[in-house]
């Protein structure tokens, strides 16, 4: 079973500055690598997949980036709504898909 | 547009079953695959199976098989999952979620989640 290892736990960050997080994979899964955000109480919604495309309707300040093992997810300017967690998951080797556990953005 | 909708909350005591449904609609059903993933109280997310809404075909988490059966129903464009032997730890919020795409079957599209709460 792949391990998806996300760092940091807890990112403190003042709105409209940039978000970088990271993600690691415990043996290279090419590009097959999706970001989802989740709010209290919400379903996850998918952002990223192919380690770099946005889903339909993610606004262009989330970007992803990475190959291999080595991942990051990107907000360039962080907005009030974007303060919720993130989850990396690898769909490189199935079964299972495995997740992260996870970064929470929150207000610095 | 696609639309996942989830059966309600259930309480469960130990060692029971638990059949949960998600009703799909807005798109051909049988031409995308239903993931299950769950999520315990203030924990991560966790994949449970991937079933093909155009053969049955499924595959599932190694730590669940012999107690979960994932079906659908294309007649009601609904998948389910079944849940048996219940213990505490099963206590979680339950999603169904889409393919993102043909080639892709990753969670694309969600539920609204189920709450399952396993408690004597």
């Known amino acids: ?108 | 547009q696609v639309q996942l909708v989830q059966s309600g909350a259930e309480v469960k005591k130990p060692g029971a079953s638990v059949k949960v449904s998600c009703k799909a609609s807005g798109y051909t059903f049988t031409s995308y695959g239903i993931s299950w993933v769950r999520q315990a109280p203030g924990q991560g997310l966790e994949w449970m199976g991937w079933i093909s809404a155009y053969n049955g075909n499924t595959n599932y988490a190694q730590k669940l098989q012999g107690r979960v059966t994932m079906t659908t129903d294309t007649s009601t464009t609904t998948a389910y999952m079944e849940l048996r032997s219940l213990r505490s730890d099963d206590t979680a919020v339950y999603y169904c979620a889409r393919d993102l795409s043909l080639v892709t079957a990753i969670p694309g599209y969600w539920g609204q989640g189920t709450l399952v709460t396993v408690s004597s």
């Open chain 1, 1 to 108: 079973e792949i391990v998806m290892t996300q760092s940091p736990a807890t990112l403190s960050v003042s709105p409209g500055k940039r978000a970088t997080l990271s993600c690691r994979a415990s043996q290279s899964i090419s590009s097959n690598l999706a970001w989802y955000q989740q709010k209290p109480g919400q379903a996850p919604r998918l952002l990223i997949y192919g380690a770099s495309t946005r889903a339909t309707g993610i606004p262009a300040r989330f970007s992803g980036s990475g190959s291999g093992t080595e991942f990051t997810l990107t907000i360039s300017s962080l907005q009030s709504e974007d303060f919720a967690v993130y989850y990396c998951q690898q769909y490189n080797n199935w079964p299972p898909w495995t997740f992260g556990q996870g970064t929470k953005v929150e207000i610095k």
